[in-house]
């Protein structure tokens, strides 16, 4: 069982930067993949970054590509979020998500366990 709570979400102009994190409890943090989705108003859930155990290896969803990074901190059961140029199109509630698979993967189903999710709302 993985419990994950994110902070960090807030209001802020276009082409700010804001991070988010993500804690996890329990002990077996270094053995998941994680990752960032994300929902807008009216619009499904859908893949943002995700991360593998050891953090050497990253993939992000086209639209965020170059502003956004993903990275963790398996010693503090962490990850992060760091966002950049932001874009009013940015503006949904980012949750964080935890797979016990071994590969990286983008799907929503995939995911095990899940955050509250927090609002970031971009304006322009």
């Known amino acids: 069982q993985v419990q994950l709570v994110e902070s960090g979400g807030g209001l802020v102009q276009a082409g700010a930067s804001l991070s988010l994190s993500c804690a996890a409890s329990?002990?077996?943090?270094?053995?998941?993949?994680m990752a960032w989705f994300r929902q807008a108003p009216g619009k499904e859930r859908e893949f943002v970054a995700a991360?593998?155990?050891?953090?050497?290896?990253?993939y992000y969803a086209d639209s965020v590509k170059g502003r956004f990074t993903i990275s963790r901190d398996n010693a503090k059961n962490t990850v992060y979020l760091q966002m950049n140029s932001l874009k009013p199109e940015d503006t949904a509630v980012y949750y964080c998500?935890?797979?016990?698979?071994?590969?990286?993967?983008?799907?929503?189903?995939?995911?095990?366990?899940w955050g509250q999710g927090t609002q970031v709302t971009v304006s322009s």
């Open positions: 998500a935890a797979d016990s698979g071994l590969q990286v993967v983008t799907t929503i189903r995939a995911y095990d366990y």
């Open positions: 991360v593998n155990w050891s953090g050497g290896s990253t």
């Open positions: 329990g002990r077996t943090f270094s053995r998941y993949v």
